[in-house]
């Protein structure tokens, strides 16, 4: 289908060079000859510096340079596709970028006509237009690292990683393809919809398909999916050696198979946990195909994927029901971070950044509880118990930063 940019904002780049960003994140730059050579001391703040909102780059065939670093700072993530010879090939080829040829430049139209020695050459240039459709995909860039599974046991799909990509056919004069592609999105994730045919109870390949919910461009027909296959295999053979009598030394061997899991009850991996409002935490039971209930949604909510989200300060159960009608529950304590207070005794010392040491360095013998890892996480904020967190409190502490948690 035909797409007719919406041009948001323009400039010019260049002597005879013009850049168009339409709303869609669509940077088009157009028009001939060369682009000023923008470095990164003289990259004009808008559009090419730190702009988080550039998706695609088009440029027209009649572009014969781009400044050496003017898409230093611009966070990118694309493939050139193009007509050989064209300067879109050029370009990708010096900066690196994967380059595909769709075939050759297409030529411009030339008649010359000689009269008494005089020559007249008359150039006609094609129309400019761009002509756009898209394609969705959803690859899988990593399995989980659990494929194969006992009878009993729940699927896991921790370390499983998918990457979102769209496809932007775009042609002008010199036609290529930019793509659009996402960072690395965790199976887990809440941007993923997750169906599959998984009894963890009978032996069998089972299919996992994953669907992406957000596309950056939505077509019904054409959903983002991609599926892998996990299996559950053999419960554990119990081998029992036994002998019947001294005198005749016989040996009698029974093989016992037990089928681990199927008289398993529900049951979770944790049963209290301190999150903050926000934070997300992945609920691990031994059973699937689980529903999800809190009961105040108001404090935390649960996805049907079993992921728990903390919304505002309090003490909430989550309920876990299988399709038999057991539960099992966890207690979710949503807490207001007292920062830099490791050891939960109110205060804020030298003693707290000590124990955020001591757990780095000897976590086995200095494990901090939950809430402990709450509060000690009390310098940029979500990355974790670090150094630098016990680097905080003694700076809180010698007054050189006035509060905690410290931002950089």
């Known amino acids: 289908m035909s ?4 041009a ?14 339409d709303d869609d994140g669509t940077l088009t730059i157009s028009g001939k000859g ?3 050579n923008y470095d990164e001391m003289s990259i004009p703040f808008y559009p090419f510096q730190n702009n988080a909102d550039i998706k695609k780059i088009i440029i027209g065939d009649s572009v014969t340079s781009i400044g050496s670093g003017a898409f230093t700072n611009t966070n990118k993530s694309f493939i050139i596709k193009g007509y050989s010879g064209s300067y879109a090939e050029t370009y990708a080829k010096r900066k690196l970028i994967t380059f595909e040829a769709i075939g050759t430049t297409q030529q411009i139209t030339t008649t010359a006509t000689t009269t008494n020695k005089l020559t007249t050459t008359t150039t006609t240039e094609m129309p400019y237009s761009i002509t756009t459709s898209y394609e969705n995909r959803l690859e899988i860039v990593k399995l989980p690292d659990k494929t194969e599974f006992s009878i009993g046991e729940m699927y896991d799909l921790s370390g499983g990683l998918v990457r979102y990509k769209v496809i932007n056919h775009c042609y002008d004069n010199g036609g290529y393809v930019v793509v659009k592609e996402s960072e690395n999105i965790e199976m887990i994730s809440e941007d993923l919809d997750l169906t599959t045919d998984y009894n963890p109870n009978i032996k069998g390949k089972y299919t996992i398909n994953l669907q992406y919910k957000k596309p950056y461009y939505y077509n019904e027909y ?19 050696k036994t002998t019947t009598s001294a005198s005749t ?5 029974t093989s016992t198979t037990t089928n681990i899991g199927e008289e398993n009850e529900l049951s979770l991996s944790e049963t209290e946990i301190f999150i903050k409002a926000g934070e997300k935490h992945p ?3 031994n059973q699937s195909n689980l ?24 003490t909430v159960v989550i309920t876990v029901i299988n399709q038999f009608k057991d539960t099992a529950s966890i207690t979710v304590n949503v807490v207001e971070p007292n920062y830099g207070d490791t050891n939960c005794d109110n205060d804020v010392d030298i003693s707290d950044a000590v124990l955020i040491m001591q757990s780095l360095s000897n976590p086995s013998k200095y494990n901090l509880t939950d809430l402990a890892k709450v509060n000690a996480d009390c310098c940029n904020v979500g990355d974790g118990v670090t150094n630098a967190d016990a680097l905080a409190i003694q700076k809180y502490k010698l007054s050189l930063i006035t509060e905690l948690p410290e931002k950089k």
């Open 3 to 6: 797409i007719k940019a919406n």
């Open 8 to 21: 948001a904002i323009s400039g010019s780049c260049g002597d005879n060079l013009n850049w168009i960003l």
């Open 34 to 36: 060369t682009m000023t």
């Open 222 to 240: 054409s959903m983002p999916k991609a599926s892998f296959c996990v299996n559950v295999v053999s419960s554990a053979v119990a081998t029992i």
């Open 249 to 253: 030394a016989a040996t009698t061997t």
């Open 283 to 285: 609920l691990k039971a």
């Open 291 to 314: 529903t999800y209930k809190s009961s105040n949604e108001d404090i935390a909510v649960v996805s049907n994927k079993g992921i728990i989200t903390g919304i505002s300060k309090g």
